[in-house]
Structure formats: structure tokens, C-alpha cells
């Protein structure tokens, strides 16, 4: 369906169009388009619809993370600040990032994000806390007995949680605690507390954060199996045992072509546990050089797994893993793969945006 028609479909649905002061507040702020780079992102003409918005029609947010150095070059900051109702920082609030020497502090990139994300009228998943990955070398490599990392660990989740009370709308709490297997991933937090790390870290962020939404964020969890299943359980042990928690955070880490046709069910299945459901890192990489033909396949999947949030009710919304194919981590740790996001590297919208508005655009709950 044509973008115009599109739109002109959601108008006739009363849906407010970006652009006009109904729907949008500071979500589209006046872009100066002589700060964009040639070939950059097309300014919207003022009666474009944008992903976010469509989103919002339904209720849901559209988001991606954010590499806060990015935000500097005028095409980027543009096509975050107008295609996003949510962003998440792709690496800035991470404990290695935020505290890289024991007491010493770097909030600058989070900051930046925060106030990006305020200005812009933008829902702020923070990201992430308690995660194997990205830790600060000192925590690491600290030889800390089991009751000190405990501590050290306490002491994160309350600092960060803290500092930005308030600002956030949710909080990836804990990261891929599981093993691909669907036991335990065995990591530092692992080896000191065993399995009660997570409802630990769960209720230091409700502590520090009443308001926060608080979730469980994991990948290859997006299709029934073993690590879907485990996950299940542990949601479900945590709400048994009155352990604040709100969401479970679908990464939806995909290869183009193959997103699963069970996602609709597994989200579904995670929801009846009285918990929201977010697709939290979606991309679909595609294998180099993308073709035309790659690109529509793209766009259906994209369409799938939009679509499976927009048929779930307790589906809050998606974000992309990136936004733009300039700026996305696939290339770097897939060989051979690329062209994962809804925009090209020139941040011209590929096949997959006018899926994703169609998508939202369906009739749903
Ligand atoms: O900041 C340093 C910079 O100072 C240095 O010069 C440069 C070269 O070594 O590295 C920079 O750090 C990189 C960091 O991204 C910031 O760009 C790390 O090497 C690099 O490993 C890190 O990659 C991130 C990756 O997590 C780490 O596992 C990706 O950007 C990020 O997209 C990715 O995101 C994760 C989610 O947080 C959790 N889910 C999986 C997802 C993909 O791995």
C-alpha cells in the first residue's frame, strides 16, 4: 500500500497525523534541513507519517537504540528525533560505560540521551544493568568474594536506578541470565548468588524506582523451545514469588527470512503470566550483498514480528536495534551480513518502513 494511501487510511480513522500539533509534541521538532548531509534523511514534508506515530496510534511505542556519538551528525539526530516515539542507549547506560573505574563516574552519553529523549517527548528504556557484557574491567577482574560482588552489584543497580528516577519508562534490569541450552548462563553474578541475582536486582531497581517498569531482557527466546520455556518459568517463578517485575524484553535478534511464525503464540504465552511483552532489539540482517528481492523478504519479516505486537494486547512496542544500516552492530560481529535496519545508510527508508506502518495500521487490540 502506497505511504499516501496509507495515510490517508489512518486520516479517515481519525488518526492524527505527525506533524499536527494533536499528535505530536515535541516528538517532530522542526528539522533544519540544511543541517542534513546529502543523501541524508529526507526531511518529512509535514503530513509524512512516521513509525512512531503509527505506533501510537495503536497505543505502542516504536523505538531504537541510540549510539549517542551518532547523534552528532545532523541526518541521524534528525531521523531519531522524528521516526521515534522511544530510544533506548545502544551502549551508554551500561555499567562499563557508566562507572569505568571503581567510584568514578561517566554519565555524559547518558545524560545527552536523556535529554535527547525529553526534548524529543520520547519514552526512555533504559539498558542495561545486570548483564554479562560491557562489565567494568575492575568489577571483572576485582577477584571479589561472592558477598562483595553482591554488594558491588546492589550498589549499581541502586546508583544508576536512582540517578535517573524519574526519567525512565523501563529498565532492562537483568540481561540474558540463560544459556542457549535454557539453563543458567554462567556468569559472575551466577557464580556469587546463584539464581537469586535476578529477583536481588529486581528489587533494588523497584527500590530505587518505584515508577520504572522493570523487565528481563533475552534473545532466542522469540520461538517456542528450551530457552523460551526456561524463561517462562523464571517470569513465572518471579510473579509466584511477588518479585516486581513487568515486562519480558523479546530481543528479536533475526536473520532476514526466518523470523519465527510462532511469535504471536510465545508472546501471548509470556503475557498470560500478567506481564507486558516489548520486542526489544529487533533487527534482520541480511546476508551481503542485500538485493531487492532480499530487501521485500525483509520487509515481510519485519511486517511479522510488528505485526505479532500489534495482535498482542500487553505488546507495549518494538524497538529496532539501530535505526539506520550506518549504524548497526551486525556487520561487526556477523561477518558476512548487513542491512539489518528499516533505513539505509543514506537513512532513506527501505521496503520494511512502509511494512511497519501498514503493519501498525492494522485493525487490533
Ligand atoms: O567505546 C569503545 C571505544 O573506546 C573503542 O575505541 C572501540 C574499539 O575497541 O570499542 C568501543 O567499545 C565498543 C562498544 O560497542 C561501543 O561502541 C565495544 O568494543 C563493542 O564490543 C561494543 O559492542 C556492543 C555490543 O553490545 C557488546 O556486546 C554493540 O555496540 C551493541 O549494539 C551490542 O548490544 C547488545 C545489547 O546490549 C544486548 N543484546 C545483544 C546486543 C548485541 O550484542
Not at 533506548?88 to 561517566?106: H, L, Y
Not at 536512582?162 to 532492562?172: Q, V
Not at 537469586?196 to 523487565?215: F, I, Q, T
Amino acid at each position: 500500500m502506497r505511504k499516501s494511501a496509507l495515510i490517508g487510511m489512518l486520516a479517515a480513522m481519525a488518526v492524527p497525523i505527525v506533524g499536527s500539533s494533536a499528535c505530536a509534541p515535541e516528538a517532530t521538532t522542526a528539522i533544519d534541513v540544511n543541517a542534513l548531509a546529502e543523501g541524508s534523511y529526507p526531511a518529512p514534508a509535514g503530513n509524512e507519517l512516521t513509525i512512531g506515530a503509527a505506533a501510537a496510534a495503536t497505543g505502542r511505542y516504536f523505538g531504537a537504540a541510540i549510539d549517542v556519538n551518532a547523534l552528532a551528525e545532523g541526518p541521524y539526530r534528525a531521523l531519531a528525533g522524528n521516526e521515534l516515539t522511544a530510544v533506548t542507549p545502544e551502549n551508554a547506560m551500561k555499567w562499563g560505560e557508566v562507572e569505568p573505574q571503581r567510584g568514578v563516574f561517566d554519565w555524559r552519553p547518558a545524560d545527552e540521551l536523556v535529554g535527547f529523549a525529553k526534548a524529543h517527548g520520547q519514552k526512555i528504556r533504559g539498558h542495561t544493568l545486570v548483564w554479562h557484557g560491557q562489565l567494568p574491567s575492575w568489577f571483572v577482574d576485582g577477584n571479589f568474594a561472592p558477598n562483595e560482588v553482591k554488594a558491588l552489584m546492589l550498589a549499581h543497580v541502586s546508583t544508576e536506578v536512582g540517578r535517573f528516577k524519574g526519567s525512565i519508562y523501563a529498565w532492562d534490569v537483568v540481561n540474558e541470565p540463560l544459556a542457549d541450552n535454557g539453563g543458567w548462563r554462567d556468569n559472575i553474578f551466577l557464580k556469587a548468588m546463584g539464581p537469586d541475582y535476578v529477583s536481588l536486582a529486581l528489587n533494588a531497581a523497584h527500590k530505587a524506582d518505584p515508577g520504572a517498569k522493570l523487565y528481563v531482557n533475552e534473545y532466542g527466546v522469540e520461538t517456542s523451545g528450551p530457552k523460551m520455556e526456561a524463561l517462562y518459568d523464571l517470569v513465572a517463578s518471579l510473579k509466584r514469588d511477588g518479585v516486581p517485575i513487568d515486562g519480558v524484553g523479546l530481543q528479536c535478534h533475526l536473520v532476514s527470512g526466518a523470523a519465527p511464525g510462532d511469535l504471536p503464540d510465545v508472546m501471548r504465552r509470556f503475557a498470560s503470566l500478567g506481564v507486558d511483552v516489548a520486542v526489544t532489539e529487533l533487527d534482520l540482517r541480511i546476508r551481503s550483498p542485500a538485493t531487492e528481492r532480499d530487501l521485500q523478504t525483509q520487509a515481510a519479516d519485519y511486517a511479522r514480528v510488528v505485526s505479532a505486537c500489534r495482535m498482542t494486547k500487553r505488546c507495549v512496542g518494538a524497538t529496532a536495534w539501530g535505526i539506520t544500516d550506518g549504524h548497526s552492530w551486525i556487520p561487526g560481529f556477523f561477518q558476512g551480513y548487513g542491512a539489518a535496519l528499516p533505513f539505509d545508510e543514506g537513512y532513506r527508508p527501505k521496503p520494511a518502513v512502509a511494512a511497519i506502518l501498514k503493519a501498525f495500521a492494522a485493525p487490533g487490540p
